[in-house]
């Protein structure tokens, strides 16, 4: 008689360490997922008032309340399972819920307490439509093809050199003159042979002379 006193008192011991360590694990949680989850700590050995913690009570619950249909099946069958995880559940305003519940059994096999946590995603819903609105585009093309760099310095004059003579499958000082003129009057029509400086880096790559890069201009003007 005195052993199985013995055994009773142990295991009750062991009983309240799991849920006294649950309770930490509980508020931990709860800190961490702040304000989208509820963390609920059910004591399986009272059923009528198993919520021996709740933080972040979305439910509307409170310490004292009874435990949920899982939390019986739990009790009923100890073959349940321990952990039952991402499972669709709702909040008894209608709200939509992710749920995971944890069941944690003692020494012996029986299962003591269950920890569950439950998600508000109607607020992650909301931002999720939010962040689509913020990233939608319209897949039509704009009247001009616009790319996002700065257009005013002498890199993007030699880029659009280079660019031009690959293009040609040539080097930019191999061009022949008609090429040349096409690239000169494309680098005016683009607003690049405006830029200060333009015409000299111009006449550097091509090797020609400044004057032969007006040239190419006067002789597109007079038509």
């Given at each position: 008689?005195?052993?199985?006193?013995?055994?009773?008192?142990?295991?009750?011991?062991?009983?309240?360490?799991l849920l006294?360590?649950?309770k930490k694990i509980a508020k931990a949680l709860a800190e961490m997922f702040a304000p989208t989850c509820e963390v609920v700590l059910h004591d399986l050995t009272n059923p009528e008032h198993s919520v021996v913690a709740i933080e972040q009570p979305l439910s509307g619950r409170s310490v004292g309340d009874s435990t949920t249909e899982m939390g019986l099946a739990r009790i009923h069958d100890p073959n349940y399972p321990d952990v039952v995880q991402n499972y669709a559940n709702r909040f008894?305003?209608?709200?939509?819920?992710?749920?995971?519940?944890?069941?944690?059994?003692?020494?012996?096999?029986?299962?003591v307490a269950a920890l569950c946590l439950n998600m508000d995603v109607s607020l992650l819903d909301s931002v999720q439509r939010v962040l689509a609105q913020l990233t939608a585009v319209d897949n039509s093309e704009p009247p001009t093809h616009e790319t996002l760099r700065s257009r005013f310095g002498p890199h993007d004059v030699r880029r659009a050199i280079e660019d031009y003579s690959a293009a040609m499958s040539s080097q930019p000082r191999a061009l022949s003159p008609s090429q040349r003129k096409t690239l000169i009057r494309h680098l005016a029509t683009s607003g690049l042979l405006q830029l200060r400086g333009a015409?000299?880096?111009?006449?550097?790559?091509?090797?020609?002379?400044?004057?032969?890069?007006?040239?190419?201009?006067?002789?597109?003007s007079s038509r």
């Open positions: 008689m005195k052993k199985n006193e013995n055994i009773a008192q142990e295991t009750l011991t062991e009983n309240e360490l006294r360590e649950g008894p305003d209608g709200r939509p819920a992710k749920s995971t519940s944890i069941g944690l059994r003692n020494g012996r096999g029986e299962f015409a000299k880096i111009v006449a550097e790559e091509l090797g020609i002379s400044r004057a032969s890069v007006y040239n190419a201009l006067k002789g597109e």
